[in-house]
RNA sequence: GGACCGGUAGUCUAGCGGUGAGGAUGCCGCGCUUACAACGCGGAGGUCGGCGGUUCGAAUCCGCCCCGGUCCA
């Protein structure tokens, strides 16, 4: 039977209830075993361990020392499905919380990156079904055209097929069967992290219903205007053979050599002009040489003609103000179909006309200007051949290093050759205006806000969006070309002839859309649209997109147009941006480096609770941060923690102890330390509610693990033991029970949506209304009432007890002895709180008897002092131990340093004038009890000295 | 080249005009206490990147510089 649970068969009905019908009967814990941990390693250890099981087993149902998050995460996912629980309804009642994931690419598997955004969804979403939104979280995958063909292309070529020449129907299959086997992996990663997605709901980009909203909306668009093919420069990447967007470039910096070229006057005078380049290679497109007009070297050049080096053909040398005089000798080479700027400024001449190509698609030389030698060779080959030849000619006037940045292909490494090509492109100006004007009007919330900055300036610079790939993986274009009269042909469904001339020639166009063009309509796409279904109509717009900032531009501004665009609405209401995760030592985890572990790994081998935990704390969800050993260890350690808070607590629940509906209801007579960590949970209740909804999941986990820590587990639960166990009378065990169940159950809640699988098994062990803690009610955050009254005095109590256990430790007072104290409190206030709870101070600080010195009674002989803001503190010293003179003396000359502080400032006139009036009197009141403590120090020092020189 | 973000104990962070600059982790000391050694209690550790300025008062606001990162050309 080792290792098997059994979770209650038969009460987790199928279906969440309906709000408002009274649930059904309560359920009682079930009896669990589970495997203990691994043998551990002090016999000491063991021996109190069996003495514990051996008292639990005395007191009801026990949990395992340990626990294993394995088994129980499995348990409770399988749980979760069975009873549907994250399925949305398909009639809502009431509000509704909804959220695409972002599909993520089929190229591979999930990082640990993938993992923090989705904790951050999950978070989010399982706080809002608590809430009782009906909640959608839509999963899908993405197609990742040139991505995942990319992938494709390199599996194949390991095997010695050339992706390229196999036909496109095979070339199709080897992609579906890349995809299959990618699918499979990303939904198990997904799955182990516990994300409440609703897998009913699965998308994917390349799907039928995908298909046709991309067809829609490249139909509409091209009707609109929107979209329109035309010959312009593009970044070509010669290796792919494809035009890629300006956002698939990534700039680098790089030497190359800078070369000084001689072009010699056409007329035969002696000389010419100086030119320089990077590029000999493309000097055979050269249309023209260019200079500026305001540069006085060149003014007798322009109008001239110069020839063009390694040809026989002249060109005229012409001005334009777009020369930088500045760059090598003043005369830049124009070759406009292989250069932006060059190509502008040929765009500004139309004396000039426009050359042939000198590249192929895989960007080696060819074409009527190329030079017999030169035809075939590729851009390096041919810039060296070049430079050789220019040198034989002498030509080349001199070379030097120059530092410059090259633009790369992101998919392939390739150089990217900035080419002429009649391609298919998206107007882009009036969407993105669009978008601007609803993030200002603040329709859409970016948080951070501090990235909005970096959007805006995109939007407002944005060019044109070339869309169409001459790839194989994607969704095709769907327009037909007339073969007689060269009409496109762009409708829904394929045509038959052309509408035009009536010729039934017609050619598909051979070229596939951006990946883009399709992943930009998700939010909608995902719901049905453009078919009207019941989930678009219900949960669209959705409320939320999470994602990293890598994609904001790629994907998340887009999804903004066309959201506006096509259904008139913002497609999300806040954008929330996570940051990067680093490894060990510092560099960015990324699918690129391959440096992320495998999620599946990190989760086996952890638990998907201790991996989420350590995603959200304590690094900030938003910034980058580490991940690795030292994160993990430490959520490790807190949901260790709160298994065993869950342990300690269940065998003071008594059988038949009903679950907490309302928080207890404590007078003034009850136990203050009831009181104090029900004003305390409130205030963590309602610190974490904030946070979640403000898109803080990091504050929110620091509130709970700073509550569970300090204030829970370490103090309350340490100071109501004797209450627990029945020392202190009946009543006050009572209160101390039902305080403790309360807090703990609804502690667990606002837990659940960081670590859902830990608190819904401990959940279960505990009196508990409703079939699962997934779909449990959130805590509402005024259930308890505040008692600030009760936080000041326990904050006096507690830092008694700190002075106390301070001063043992520096006394030297041993372990296990239990001496007399004494404090001499600083007022009546803080006299009346020590004097009540004298028996919880003696406790806690292990001291006994406590007694309160009144002002003006010696202190009592042979016993260590501190003073501290609260009084005087003094513990009983073992035997003769050093004079405690030193200490004291260091004690002193800290407040005497603080009290400089303070005095200057009082004595600082612009100070007292200037500002407010209860920042003056803190100051005087600080200054005041530092002289009093000062003066008491110097009394105790001037007692250690007398008493030290006495017998 | 243009911008943006960040710089707080060994490490990660909170604070964003008035605090004796919180916390976590690591380190050191002591371990009594049947929830927990994956723990408890205590301790040490900081010129809040540097220099100027504004202010009665600056980690916090402004300027310049240095370092790290990111985006755009």
Request: net charge neutral; aromatic share 8%.
């Amino acid at each position: 039977m080792d290792g098997v649970h059994r979770v209650g068969a038969g009460r987790v009905h199928r279906r969440r209830p309906a709000r408002g019908v009274p649930r059904g009967e309560r359920t009682r814990p079930g009896v669990r075993s589970a495997r203990h941990g691994a043998p551990r390693p002090r016999p000491a250890r063991d021996l109190r361990h069996l003495r514990s099981r051996e008292g639990r087993l005395l007191s009801g149902p026990a949990l395992p020392p340990r626990f294993d998050a394995r088994s129980l995460e499995a348990r409770w996912q399988a749980e979760w499905d069975r009873g549907a629980a994250f399925r949305a309804p398909a009639r809502p009642e009431g509000r509704t919380y909804s959220l695409v994931l972002p599909p993520p690419n089929v190229t591979g598997v999930l990082t640990m990156g993938h993992m923090l955004g989705d904790t951050v969804m999950d978070v989010l979403v399982r706080h809002y079904r608590m809430v009782g939104r009906s909640t959608l979280w839509v999963p899908g995958l993405d197609h990742a055209g040139l991505a995942t063909q990319v992938e494709v292309r390199r599996r194949l070529a390991k095997q010695g097929i050339r992706f390229e020449e196999l036909p496109r129907e095979r070339a199709v299959q080897e992609i579906e069967a890349w995809r299959a086997e990618h699918a499979t992996r990303i939904e198990e990663q997904t799955r182990a992290g516990g994300f409440s997605v609703d897998w009913s709901r699965f998308r994917y980009t390349k799907d039928e219903r995908s298909a046709r909203a991309t067809r829609e909306v490249f139909v509409r668009m091209y009707g609109e205007g929107l979209i329109y093919r035309g010959e312009r420069m593009v970044n070509w990447d010669p290796r792919l053979r494809t035009a890629i967007s300006d956002l698939e470039v990534k700039h680098f910096e790089e030497t190359t050599e800078l070369l000084y070229v001689r072009y010699p006057w056409a007329d035969g005078t002696p000389g010419g002009l100086e030119v320089a380049t990077v590029r000999p290679e493309t000097i055979f497109g050269d249309v023209a040489v260019a200079v500026h007009p305001d540069d006085t070297r060149h003014h007798s050049a322009v109008g001239r003609t110069v020839r063009v080096p390694m040809t026989e053909r002249s060109v005229p040398v012409i001005a334009d103000a777009g020369i930088d005089p500045a760059f090598g000798a003043g005369a830049l080479k124009i070759t406009p179909r292989h250069d932006l700027v060059d190509y502008e400024i040929f765009q500004r001449h139309p004396e000039l006309s426009m050359p042939p190509d000198i590249f192929d698609d895989g960007a080696c030389l060819t074409g009527p200007w190329v030079p017999a030698p030169f035809q075939g060779l590729d851009v390096e080959a041919a810039r060296e051949r070049a430079t050789e030849e220019l040198e034989r000619s002498g030509l080349l006037l001199r070379r030097e290093p120059y530092r410059h940045t090259v633009a790369r292909s992101e998919r392939s490494d390739a150089a990217v050759e900035p080419r002429i090509s009649k391609q298919w492109f998206v107007r882009m100006r009036g969407l993105a205006d669009r978008v601007a004007a609803g993030v200002r009007a603040g329709e859409i919330r970016i948080h951070p806000e501090r990235w909005d900055a970096t959007f805006f300036r995109w939007l407002e610079e944005i060019q044109d969006w070339c869309i169409s790939r001459q790839i194989v993986w994607g969704h095709p274009i769907p327009v037909d070309r007339c073969r007689r009269c060269g009409q496109d042909v762009v409708a829904l469904e394929p045509p038959t002839r052309c509408p035009s001339c009536g010729s039934t020639e017609l050619d598909a166009d051979p070229d596939v859309l951006d990946t883009w063009f399709t992943s930009w309509l998700w939010p909608f796409a995902a719901l049905g649209w453009p078919e009207p279904t019941e989930d678009f109509s219900r949960y669209y717009p959705t409320n939320v997109l999470v994602t990293g900032r890598d994609i904001m531009f790629f994907w998340v501004a887009r999804m903004m147009m066309s959201g506006y665009h096509f259904t008139g609405q913002p497609p999300f209401a806040d954008v929330y941006f996570t940051g990067m995760l680093r490894d060990e030592s510092g560099r960015r985890m990324s699918k690129h480096l391959g440096n992320s572990p495998d999620p599946l790994d990190v989760i086996r081998a952890h638990g998907a609770d201790t991996v989420r935990f350590s995603l959200v704390f304590p690094n900030p969800t938003d910034e980058d941060g580490p991940f690795g050993p030292g994160p993990l260890e430490n959520a490790r350690n807190f949901l260790t923690k709160v298994w065993n808070l869950a342990r300690f607590t269940l065998p003071y629940v008594a059988p038949g102890t009903p679950p907490p509906s309302v928080a207890p209801v404590l007078d003034a007579t009850s136990a203050r330390e009831n009181r104090w960590i029900l004003s305390r949970y409130r205030r963590t209740a309602e610190e974490v509610t904030e946070a979640i909804r403000s898109f803080a999941p990091t504050r929110a986990a620091t509130a709970l693990h700073a509550f569970v820590r300090h204030d829970l587990a370490d103090r309350y639960v340490e100071i109501a033991k004797d209450a627990l166990l029945g020392r202190r009378g009946e009543p006050a065990q009572r209160d101390a029970r039902t305080t403790l169940l309360f807090v703990f159950e609804r502690t667990l809640k606002l837990l659940h949506p960081f670590v859902p699988h830990l608190t819904e098994e401990l959940w279960h062990a505990l009196p508990h209304d409703g079939d699962l803690l997934a779909l449990a009610p959130w805590p509402a955050t005024d259930e308890a009432p505040a008692d600030p009254e009760v936080e000041v005095e326990m904050e006096t109590i507690l830092e008694a007890i700190r002075w106390l256990r301070n001063l043992r430790a520096e006394e030297g007072v041993p372990a296990e002895s239990i001496p007399p104290a004494w404090i001499r409190p600083s007022g009546p206030e803080v006299a009346r709180v020590l004097r009540a709870e004298q028996g919880m101070i003696e406790r806690m600080a292990r001291v006994h008897p406590l007694d309160l010195l009144e002002e003006g009674k010696p202190q009592p002989p042979g016993v260590g002092s501190r003073v501290a803001p609260l009084g005087e503190c003094y513990v009983a010293r073992p035997t003769a131990v050093p004079s405690e003179t030193e200490s004291l003396a260091r004690e002193r000359e800290k407040l005497a340093q603080l009290l400089e502080k303070a005095r200057a400032r009082l004595s600082d006139e612009g100070f007292v004038r200037r500002a407010p009036p209860e920042v003056v009197r803190e100051a005087e009141t600080k200054a005041e009890e530092l002289t009093e403590r000062i003066r008491r120090i110097d009394e105790h020092l001037k007692a250690d000295a007398s008493s030290s020189a006495g017998p």
